[in-house]
């Protein structure tokens, strides 16, 4: 019997479906493992083979924690709403559900065929009513919910009001969008319209006027990973940034605890480094600056309150409402083009970009401590969601303000001792203070906490923690996306009844915003509540139905509730999480803060989602080219016409040519397949090559994955040639999970070898050779080795050197032609994370009835793994002449004697006297002479 990959593959897949293998229910006889991958946008493309790399690896942990004995939860589903389907849809006519229905058929397809053991009872896609049922659900409880700062987590709307109707704002702890200042009287007092105004100051859910990235081309706001250079990433368009009525989660009343959760993840400490960049905390002063020609103050946020003495200007950003109080009429031409300017640049483009850029105001304000004149200017290096939008500028010791100063002419005050600020800040954090008054002769650390102290006890200020983390924008203005459960009653949002959910995406003529520039469910007929109020025009983003996915897989079909206590309490939460770099902050951080919010009502039992996450890295494409001759080179006629030339690779320096991507499907170990060259392009159809040994040899670069580079690879065309185990194998094989890596398909055949020799152990000239015999010592030593080593690389995600060792294994019993039941059968069960389809077919011919999925993992035994002789390296003056193999029992005594009687040592000698014998055991022996 022949190893028939494709027979055997269609075998085992075939019966792991019809049997429900995967199903996985609640068990409380065994200890829970919940693996989850970073569920796919299901795109028209389809898979190539850099999207499984995640996939497999979560597999191979899945499937050895179910050998070991564990009840796995390892589900799958789709993120199914997104901005590209909508825009096809656009340009189309076809609805957005259509295709996505049709490219999540395509996704399930190509996953079946690798051999997941994903348990697809549980699948779940985000535009489904009955999954979108509960974010709407949970932006209802958002609504209903503010945030207390000294309980430290979300309390009911209701309790902020009976607090206010009682007290005003004296000892409330609410988290808000800015401190507002009213009594109990002037509360009562207000209509219905002006409380529920400013009840949105402290909803965790709100709806408040938003800087935004505004595409009026896709006529929505776009997030800032799908803007680039002012343009949109999807078709390029020109991008701006516009104030808009927005609703937001107030994701920045959770950043302390986002902060100190880190700390309980299992995770790479670069990855936890990018989360605390992001929430970027800082501790400061928030001092008070008032305009010397205004009965007007603004506040400004520093963590350097002892730099007061050093400020030379003070900086807004584009956005701020300050701009237009500081302006002065003659400056007020300059500012506007200024500020047309900076609206097509998005925040991540201005932190990024170093160039100076600004505009004087025409105003000053005063220094609290100084009393000095000090100039606001305007500059997109300062940004309106960070502290208050407003800075103050210490050239001398801070690099941006110093170039600021240095374009603009702006005077520097050095104020540490001896430093040099003529070419360059000076931004050390130590030193003594210089220039400072009541600072001075200080160092930098007691400067600080006595500036701090200064500014309380002098009124001017006050202590302050700061973070970067902003509030997450949560409107966009499209069609395919999550309904919001909010109507609208005198211009204020109401939430609807909970009985009424799921709200149901309605039906539209066209995709497209109205003539009045409403979203497009402005088009929806009848899209109202029974009592005739509006609906919310808006859809959620993408990272609305992302954000609680991993809950609903524990419970995907109660329709009572988002996740049973039952099965919240047994999963409870992730404990391995595999997933891409791209997604380390926003994804991370909005489904983190989403369950803390759960978690505050009492729905999740863990505070923190994931016990350990897994960034893996990017297979890339491994491009090949073709090398076409230039025009003046000589072509070759035909029929009067000139034909393209192609020279192979290591010819090509000989002429002037031109490097041409080649589709790498039909290269094969860089060798061109010339025919079906000819038949790819019909503008080669006729060409001609230069070959060097009657082949053509292509050259090749490293470069992204795409389909303009013709260097996309269908995992497809990988199983039907080599088989799904081949794949799964080859993947990990290519190097370190974490780290990117080329595709290269000239060393897939090795890894297919691989499997063929494993088969030869089982199978010669197709006749099954198994024998009952008991193992060797030496068959016994090379299996535990081998255990041993895939057990802790499998452990530590190190899959690539688990391919190895099970190379190694396979090719040393095949010296020792070992067929034994015994010996193979832990190597197979061994295999199976790895290889299952192999694994489960060879776990039959072993005798097996059941599936190997429920074998149990093989375990070490160190015994076998004690060496019985060592080789004993036997020197002359230091230098080794030879190995001499003896039993590792052997005493001091014997080694000496063993090794002097040897017949080498005595032709080393030649009848020279010994001076001395040095024996270490187990390590060697050297003989002085």
Known sequence: MEYNFSEIEAKWQTYWKENQIYKTEVDLQKPKYYVLDMFPYPSGAGLHVGHPLGYIASDIYSRYKRLQGFNVLHPMGYDAYGLPAEQYAIQTGQHPAVTTARNIARYREQL?????????????????????????????????????TKLQKAIPIENLVNHIEKNGTTELHAHGTEELCFSATEWNAKTEKEQQEILLNYRIAYLADMKVNWCPALGTVLANDEVSEGVSIRGGHPVEQKVMRQWSLRVSAYAQRLLDGLSRIDSTDSLKETQKNWIGRSEGAEMSFKLSDKELSFDVFTTRADTIYGVTFMVLAPESELVKTCTSPEQAAEVQAYLDATKKRTERERIADRRVTGVFTGSYAINPVGGTEIPIWISDYVLAGYGTGAIMAVPAHDSRDYAFAKHFNLPIIPLIEGCDVSEESFD?????????????????????????AYVEEKGIGRIKVNFRLRDAIFSRQRYWGEPFPVYYKDDMPYMLDESKLPLILPEVDKFLPTEKGEPPLG????????????????????????????????????DKTLVSKEANEYWRDVDLYIGGTEHATGHLVYSRFWNKFLFDLGLVCEDEPFKKLINQGMIQGRSNFVYRIKDKAPLTPLKGETVPVFVSLNLKDRYETTPIHVDVNIVTNDHLDIEKFRNWNPEYKNAEFILEDGKYICGWAVEKMSKSMFNVVNPDDIVEKYGADTLRLYEMFLGPLEQSKPWDTN??????????????????????????????????????????????????FSFNTSVSAFMICVNELSALKCSKKATLEPLVILLTPFAPHIAEELYHVLGHTGTVCDATFPVCNEDFLVESTVKYPISFNGKVRFTLELPADMNKADVEKAALENENTIKQLNGATIKKVIVVPGKIVNIVV
């Not at 994903?118 to 009955?130: A, F, K, M, Q, V």
């Not at 509540?529 to 993408?542: A, H, I, N, S, V």
């Open 112 to 148: 079946d065929k690798i051999g997941f053991c994903y348990d697809w009872g549980r699948e779940i896609r985000t535009c489904d009513p009955d999954y979108y049922h509960w974010t709407q659900w949970a932006f209802i409880q958002m609504f209903n919910h503010y945030f207390d």
């Open 428 to 452: 050390a954090k130590e030193g003594i203070m210089m220039n400072s008054g009541f600072l001075n002769g200080l160092t930098v650390k007691e400067a600080i906490e006595k500036a701090k």
């Open 523 to 558: 088009r929806a007929k009848n899209w109202q509540t029974e009592d005739g109020f509006p609906l919310e025009l808006c859809t959620m983003p993408g990272f609305a139905g992302s954000s609680a996915y991993y809950l609903r897989y524990m419970d995907p079909k109660n």
């Open 747 to 796: 060393g897939i055949d090795g890894v297919h070898r691989f499997l063929k020799r494993l088969w030869s152990l089982f199978y010669k000239d197709g006749i099954l050779v198994l024998n009952n015999e008991q193992p060797s010592a030496e068959e016994l030593k090379i299996l535990h080795k081998t255990i041993k080593k895939v057990t802790f690389d499998i452990e530590n």
